[in-house]
C-alpha cells in the first residue's frame, strides 16, 4: 500500500499540464489513493483467508493457532470460500477501475 501511495504522490506533483485544473488533478489523485488502499486491504485480506483455508489442518495442531476462526469453528470452510470471493471481486473492481494498461 504504502509504495503505491508514494508513486502516486511523486507522479502527482511533476505532473504539469497548466490547462488542467489543480482542483482535478488533487480530486484523481485522492480518487486513486483510495482505490490503492481498497485493493491493498482486499486482497491483503483474500491472501490471509486463503492461507488460513490452506493451513486449517497444520493450524489446529499448533497451541498458538488453534484459535483463529477455521480450526476453532467459528467459521466454516465454505464460509471462508465465500470470503475469498467477495474479497476477490472487490479487487477486481478496484482493478477495472485502472486504464488497460494497468493489467495486461
Known amino acids: 500500500m504504502w509504495p503505491c501511495f508514494w508513486s502516486t504522490t ?15 488533478i488533487i ?8 482505490l490503492f488502499f481498497l485493493g ?11 492461507n488460513d483455508l490452506v493451513d486449517h489442518k497444520i493450524d489446529s495442531q499448533v497451541e498458538r493457532t488453534r484459535s483463529r476462526p477455521l480450526p476453532a469453528g467459528q467459521v466454516s470452510r465454505f464460509q471462508a470460500k465465500i470470503f475469498i470471493l467477495v474479497q476477490c471481486f472487490i479487487g477486481l473492481g478496484v482493478l477495472l477501475q485502472f486504464n488497460a494498461f494497468s493489467f495486461f
Do not use: D, H, K, N
Open 10 to 24: 511523486m507522479a502527482m506533483l511533476s505532473y504539469e499540464m497548466p490547462q488542467v485544473p489543480l482542483l482535478s
Open 27 to 34: 480530486m484523481c489523485w485522492i480518487w486513486y489513493l483510495f
Open 40 to 50: 491493498s486491504i482486499a486482497m491483503r485480506g483474500a491472501g490471509c483467508t486463503w
